[in-house]
């Protein structure tokens, strides 16, 4: 009796081009966005430091940038607020060389002046960190009212992060001008634009983690009960 040979039907590969052209499409509508972003967030860099023209509770000045400690100090002495908070400060600075900081201007400041109104804060890492730190002091120091002082380029991160850590608290801006920062032909200098694109990149993801945990701190259908 001869034997039946079986043949195995191959199952047809299924189309490649389609998933790759679906791919390709994602990567290349992310990029336009972000580069769509990146040109509205360099065209919204403040340009110039205006004083403010109210007194607030306090400064806070964000360590990190050049210049940011002498814009602090300058409004502090010129009676913006009667204390300055300066948060992320290097556990290695020694509070009695507070002068150090600002080679700038401080000689102009007095021991009695360090002593009562410059608080530093050690606790804060990065931008994140400077609003929950500046959070506790403020709101351990009964502070209602805050002026801002950070770099330009960072003050949109910077900006909605207190907003979210100190919704009740007002603040007010004071971005610090760097001189070399080229924000006006930010593309033509590869330093300036690899800062900007970073700065750009971090604003979107600290939006993205704002949303969601305002998201997920938001009263949901159902929970609240009616008396």
Same mark, same amino acid.
């Given at each position: 009796?001869?034997?039946?040979?079986?043949?195995?039907?191959?199952?047809?590969?299924?189309?490649?081009?389609?998933?790759?052209?679906?791919?390709?499409?994602?990567?290349?509508?992310?990029?336009?966005?972000?580069?769509?972003?990146?040109?509205?967030?360099?065209?919204?860099?403040?340009?110039?430091?205006?004083?403010?023209?109210?007194?607030?509770?306090?400064?806070?000045?964000?360590?990190?940038?050049?210049?940011?400690?002498?814009?602090?100090?300058?409004?502090?002495?010129?009676?913006?607020?009667?204390?300055?908070?300066?948060? =992320?400060?290097?556990?290695?600075?020694?509070? #009695? !060389? $507070? %002068?150090?900081?600002?080679?700038?201007?401080? @000689? *102009?400041?007095?021991?009695?002046?360090?002593?009562?109104?410059?608080?530093?804060?050690?606790?804060?890492?990065?931008?994140?960190?400077?609003?929950?730190?500046?959070?506790?002091?403020?709101?351990?120091?009964?502070?209602?009212?805050?002026?801002?002082?950070?770099?330009?380029?960072?003050?949109?991160?910077?900006?909605?992060?207190?907003?979210?850590?100190?919704?009740?608290?007002?603040?007010?801006?004071?971005?610090?001008?760097?001189?070399?920062?080229?924000?006006?032909?930010?593309?033509?200098?590869?330093?300036?634009?690899?800062?900007?694109? =970073?700065?750009?990149?971090?604003?979107?993801? #600290? !939006? $993205? %983690?704002?949303?969601?945990?305002?998201?997920? @701190? *938001?009263?949901?259908?159902?929970?609240?009960?009616?008396?």
């Amino acid at each position: 009796m001869a034997r039946r040979r079986y043949r195995f039907r191959r199952e047809p590969r299924r189309p490649r081009s389609g998933i790759r052209l679906a791919v390709l499409v994602v990567v290349l509508s992310l990029a336009v966005a972000w580069s769509v972003g990146l040109v509205r967030y360099a065209n919204r860099i403040p340009m110039h430091s205006t004083p403010p023209t109210t007194q607030a509770d306090a400064i806070v000045v964000l360590t990190g940038g050049s210049k940011r400690m002498e814009a602090g100090v300058e409004l502090l002495t010129a009676g913006t607020a009667p204390v300055l908070f300066v948060s =992320g400060v290097d556990h290695r600075v020694d509070p #009695a !060389r $507070v %002068r150090d900081l600002v080679p700038g201007v401080g @000689a *102009s400041l007095d021991q009695a002046t360090i002593d009562c109104c410059i608080v530093l804060g050690y606790g804060a890492s990065d931008t994140l960190g400077n609003a929950r730190e500046t959070a506790l002091w403020a709101r351990a120091t009964g502070r209602k009212s805050l002026v801002l002082v950070t770099s330009n380029y960072h003050m949109p991160r910077a900006w909605i992060e207190f907003e979210h850590a100190l919704p009740e608290i007002a603040l007010v801006p004071f971005p610090v001008v760097p001189a070399d920062v080229r924000v006006n032909a930010w593309w033509r200098w590869p330093g300036t634009f690899g800062l900007i694109a =970073g700065e750009w990149t971090k604003y979107v993801f #600290a !939006r $993205v %983690r704002i949303a969601l945990a305002e998201l997920v @701190a *938001s009263p949901r259908i159902g929970d609240a009960r009616t008396e």
